[in-house]
């Protein structure tokens, strides 16, 4: 729909546009993306016919733009400009029924139930049929932004031109809008071109991405290959963190503020911090700590800075755990948002914790071990806290080199009476937690063979034995068989 062949332009104080080419299919959602000066606004301009340019070529349906004549050019491309101002006070009505006029014969005398029709559809997508009386001048920039949509919608063009349409929308426009725009490429094959300034929502709704710096065109490829981390450091020169979705498969840019020159480097998670008692293990942490966890509350990925291992009777039986051990949380003065969880019927006394140290890594490991029910093989309870910054490979196989300490402790200490190691593993509601206080060094891996997962074998083996014996001396206490 859209070729641009070696597009090469400026302004009178030079050129700032080199060698551009890229196509744009019917039906396509593309994105320009580029820091502030990369060109993007002067591109646009360019296809929109509104800026000459010096070399190269502009095609639009397989016909050079300057052989159409402007009100042709209308009738085909819709432009949204960044800054849409409008000198006169017309109502919102008026003002959206400008967008018509590459399709009047003659002007207002000749408008037609058709325009009519067209008008009022398009301000009810954008939402602003409730406005239409009112002088646009009275109207918030995201209204007004919604309204000068309406009039571009209202030329029925095959291809649209947006210049960062997202500005001044709230969030939930935002999303309106671009749902908004996505149906109409899918559904009546408009060609849509935007410049974004938001990498997140770029990602969400374009096919394909064109990334642009120092007007030259970097990449063109879908988003997930253009928002690379690495390269979106370095054109726009800033921290980020690449993070994916969690519902649907595009990436997404976090920013990363500034370090806080408050937090101490040298902060380490141990038994300062851990309160052993009757009925619980806690673990309050002064900052929050990075986790993954199978808790109760607080499962997943996220930030904690509480860690409650919550003993219940062999006998607790609740329809709905989660709500139950949240009002457990809240009556005990943790926010459940800030808390992992767990619950067992392990005691709490025959905990096993330690501090392991070397190569100038620690981690302080709780392990907890025992029968939940009589009939049950075991239960063992796994956190292991790390004082360090780790990667999300190092949370991954901190986690398989804990299980597989664990696993060889079972194979040591019942290991003949056990079949197979699924059966030794213990049983579904074994509960693990990796904490890292993501302070100092980065540690990238955490494999049996690394010095951190040297650290993990060493520490879970230690603990995870201890736990068990602790909790097999222990056993006539608590009644078990
Ligand atoms: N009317 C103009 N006359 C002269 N130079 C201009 C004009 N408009 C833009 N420029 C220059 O052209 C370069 C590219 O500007 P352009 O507006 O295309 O960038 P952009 O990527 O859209 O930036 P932003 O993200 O800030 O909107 C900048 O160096 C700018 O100063």
Request: aromatic share 8%.
């Amino acid at each position: 729909m859209i070729k641009v062949n070696d597009l090469t332009g400026g302004y009178a104080g030079g050129e700032v546009l080199k060698g551009i080419n890229f196509e744009v299919g019917k039906g396509e959602l593309f994105g320009i993306l580029g820091p502030n000066g990369s060109g993007k606004t002067t591109l646009l301009k360019m296809i929109s016919g509104a800026l000459d340019f010096s070399q190269g070529s502009i095609d639009l349906d397989c016909r050079p733009l300057d052989l159409y004549s402007p009100k042709q050019l209308a009738r085909l491309m819709a432009v949204l400009p960044q800054h849409s101002d409008q000198a006169f006070p017309y109502t919102v009505k008026e003002t959206v029924s400008l967008g018509r006029y590459a399709h009047q014969k003659g002007w207002f005398n000749s408008w037609r139930g058709e325009d009519e029709r067209i008008v009022q559809k398009v301000m009810e997508q954008t939402g602003v049929t409730h406005l239409q009386e009112k002088s646009i001048v009275e109207l918030s920039g995201g209204e007004k932004q919604r309204v000068f949509l309406a009039q571009a919608l209202a030329q029925q063009p095959r291809v649209l031109l947006l210049d960062e349409p997202t500005n001044h929308l709230d969030l939930s426009f935002q999303k309106e809008l671009l749902d908004l725009l996505k149906k109409w490429a899918a559904e009546e094959e408009l060609t849509i071109v935007s410049i974004f300034h938001d990498l997140n929502l770029a990602s969400l709704y374009c096919d394909r991405l064109l990334l642009m710096e120092n007007g030259e065109v970097l990449i063109i490829d879908t988003p997930v290959e253009v928002l690379k981390e690495e390269r979106i450091k370095r054109v726009y020169k800033t921290q980020i963190k690449n993070h994916p979705h969690p519902e649907i498969a595009k990436p997404q840019l976090l920013l990363v503020p500034e370090a806080d020159s408050s937090h101490d480097a040298d902060f380490k998670i141990d038994a300062r911090f851990l309160d052993v008692g009757q009925d619980r293990i806690v673990l309050q942490s002064p900052v929050k700590l990075r986790t993954m966890s199978s808790g109760i509350t607080g499962a997943g990925i996220g930030w904690h800075s509480s860690f409650v291992h919550r003993v219940v009777p062999m006998e607790y039986d609740c329809s709905d755990h989660k709500v139950e051990m949240a009002e457990y949380l809240q009556e005990n003065g943790f926010l459940p948002s800030e808390t992992v969880g767990m619950m067992t019927a392990v005691p709490a006394e025959t905990a096993s914790y330690q501090l392991f140290e070397a190569d100038g890594m620690s981690i302080f490991i709780i392990v907890s071990a025992g029968n939940t029910h009589r009939d049950s093989p075991r239960n063992i309870n796994t956190w292991l806290f790390i004082n360090g910054r780790i990667s999300e490979e190092a949370f991954i196989q901190s986690a398989m080199t804990a299980a597989e300490a664990k696993i060889s402790v079972l194979h040591e200490l019942e290991g003949s009476g056990m079949s197979n190691a699924g059966q030794l593993a213990g049983i579904s509601t074994d509960s693990i937690c990796i904490a890292a206080t993501q302070q100092g060094e980065a540690i990238a891996y955490a494999g049996t063979a690394t010095p951190l997962g040297k650290l993990i074998s060493e520490g879970i083996y230690t603990c995870t034995k201890e736990a068990i014996l602790n909790y097999r001396a222990s056993k006539p206490a608590f009644g078990y068989k």
